[in-house]
């Protein structure tokens, strides 16, 4: 297995972003991304594209054929890569291990999703969920992570004021990402008096529905300096499975897919938790980000919510968390996001990240799930 390189990123701004189409987004991604590897179209092997539901937001499937063909990038092979709102870390995946295994040299993964062309998002972000034991009983998504949140804060005694850090500590970092849905700060007592959305989270504790899309440019990392001064190398990349339902659990305050592929990626990279210098989390909802922090290592369980009281993920912190402005306020267009993450990290190590910077970063990682945790996928780099 060979060692690979990331040598160009892309994103796009998110937000709702009437005036571009579900095709203009990953052109647009794609693009800047193979300028940013200072490589050219023709240079590409493949392409993994993460998309959760172009079907029900866009009435368009076959969309690995769309893209290529509207990039101007056919013959070269397209793959759409789906798992919810994982789909973006697996195409990343996907494309890591293309490479790795010497099958393709040059790769580029990417993530599009275009979510405000239709009047209602939910019944599509709904099938994420089980659709037998959950969706068709109306359960929402909102509704199973506060269900996660109540339970949290009865096990463990999370106050909701801890919960409604992780979304102000989000839009204090988007304040500085100019590509952010969201770049405004918001205050504890914002979130509180927001409105309920499934008790006891309010409007600002979900991340919004987000158009958008970015890209990631793979190669062999033997072959990385040819392309870029500031190549950046995967060091880990791993994926677990869990329940799709939540009632399956054996813990609902704990993503056990979280816990494995993670525990999988320290091993694969050989490190522990304390030698990441910062994270990009998948806080969907302010409880997730909490969540995060506790199955990624980084805290004992039940102690996320004091440590975000107490600062520990702020960018000034021992571990910072999303810079970016995480899903929260960046945005959240389900299957770019973990795309996104990913070019935030290399931002960061490249030392390119601008007010957002992270002083010394040298190793980062990516979380990504889909659903409530039946998919997960972790991703560690290094400068």
Known sequence: MRDV?????????????????????????????????????????????????AGLFVGQEHIASLIADHSGLTPIPCARVEAACASGGLALRNGIMAVASGFHDIVIS???????????????????SDQEWEAQQGVTFPSLYAMMARRHMKEYGTTREQLAMVSVINHENAVNNPLAQFPMEITVDKVLNSSMVADP?????????????????????EDAKKYTDTPVYIKASAQASGTIALHDRRDITTIDS????????????????????????????????????????????????????DGMTRRDGEIPVNPSGGLKARGHPLGATGIAQAAEIVWQLRGEAGKRQIDGAEIGMTHNIGGTGGTAAVHIMSR
């Open 110 to 128: 990417a993530g599009v999703e275009k979510m405000t062309d239709v009047v209602d998002p939910t019944p599509a972000i709904a099938t994420a």
């Open 5 to 53: 390189a990331i040598i160009g990123v892309s994103q796009t701004k998110f937000g709702e972003l009437w005036d571009k189409s579900f095709r203009d987004l990953i052109a647009e991604a794609g693009m800047k991304a193979i300028e940013d590897a200072n490589i050219e179209g023709d240079d590409l092997d493949a392409m993994y594209v993460g998309n959760m539901s």
């Open 201 to 221: 989270l309010t409007l600002l504790d979900c991340s919004p529905v987000s158009d958008g899309a970015a890209g990631v440019i793979l190669c062999p990392a």
């Open 258 to 309: 979280t816990i494995h592929a993670s525990r999988k990626a320290y091993e694969m990279a050989g490190m522990t938790p304390k030698d990441i210098d910062l994270v990009e989390v998948h806080d969907c909802f302010s409880i997730n980000g909490l969540l995060a922090i506790e199955d990624l290592g980084f805290v004992e369980k039940g102690q996320g919510g004091p440590a975000i009281e």
